[in-house]
C-alpha cells in the first residue's frame, strides 16, 4: 500500500472497480486535475480510468462537460447544482460507470461573505443518480485542494462499494 | 518561490503569461493531470490556465480532443503524431493561446520494445505551429511522471518566452 495515504485511496478505488467491468472519469475545478492524477499514480490504474476534464473556465464547462449556462448564472460555479451536472456531463463525455466532480473556491482569492475560501460541492453520479455534497475547509490552498481531492476518491470508494454490492 | 521545484516553474510559467494575455490549457495520457494540478499549484493560476483534458482512453483522445482514429491506428498512443494531434486539439477545444501534451508509457506494464517503458512524447502548440519531443525516462511510474510534466512545463515557459520576445 502507499506511504501517501491519498493514493492508498485510490489503490483501493481501482481494487473496487478491477474486474467489476467498473469504470470511472472525473470532473475538477478547484483540485486542477488532483484526483486524476492522485489515481493515475497507481500502476494498471489505465484499466478502469477513462479520463478525466479540468474546466478551471466557465466556458470549459459548457463546452466541454455540457454544464447549462443557465445554470451557471444562476447559481455560479461554485454551487451543488454545477457540480452535479459536471460529474453527469463527464459520466456522459466518457461513458463511463461512474464519475465525480469537485468544484470550490481554493483561495486565496475569489471568496465571498455568501460563497467563502474553502467552500467546496463535491458530486458523485452513476447510472442510479447523482449524490452531492457540500464542504468548507480552512486550510491554505494546496491543503484545501487535498482535502477536496481526498473527499472526492473517498465518495468514489462509497459508490463503488455500494455498486458492487 | 515554490520549494517544489515543478511548482516553481508553474510559477515562471504564469508570470509569464500573465498580463500578455497569453491562456494555456493541457491534453495529458501518462502524466494522468499532473501537469494541470501543479498549474493549479499557484495562486491566480485561474487568470491564465483555461482547462486540461486527461485523455486515458484512446477513445477519450478521439472524441475529446479530436486525434484522428486513423493517426492512432497508424502509429499508436505513444507517439510523435498522436503528441501533436492532442496538443492541437486542446489548444483548438479550449481556444488557448498555447497548448501543450503528453503521451508515453508510465510503467511498470505496457512497454514493448519498440516503446519501452519511459518513452515519451512531449508536443507544444500555439498559433505558429507545433513542436514536438522525444524522451526515454528510466525512473518508476511516480519518477517519470514527474520527468514528463517538468518536461512539459519546461516547453510550456520556453514557448511563452518567445511568444513574448
Known sequence: MSADPLVALAERLQALCTGR??????????????????????????GYFIGGI?????????????????????????SA???????????????????????????????SAEKPVGLTYVAVA???GV???????????GANKRESARTALELLVERASRAAA
Open 21 to 46: 467491468s467498473l469504470t470511472v472519469a472525473t470532473a475538477e475545478s478547484c483540485t486542477g486535475g488532483l484526483v486524476a492524477h492522485l489515481i493515475t499514480e497507481v500502476a494498471g490504474s489505465s
Open 81 to 111: 447544482q454545477v457540480a452535479m451536472a459536471m460529474a453527469e456531463g463527464a459520466r456522459r463525455r466518457f461513458g463511463a460507470g461512474l464519475a465525480v466532480s469537485v468544484t470550490g473556491v481554493a483561495g486565496p482569492a475569489g471568496g
Open 131 to 141: 449524490d452531492v455534497r457540500r464542504f468548507h475547509w480552512t486550510g491554505d490552498r
Open 126 to 128: 452513476d447510472g442510479a
Open 54 to 78: 479540468v474546466s478551471y473556465s466557465d466556458d470549459a464547462k459548457r463546452s466541454l462537460l455540457d454544464v447549462p449556462a443557465e445554470v451557471l448564472a444562476a447559481h455560479g460555479a461554485v
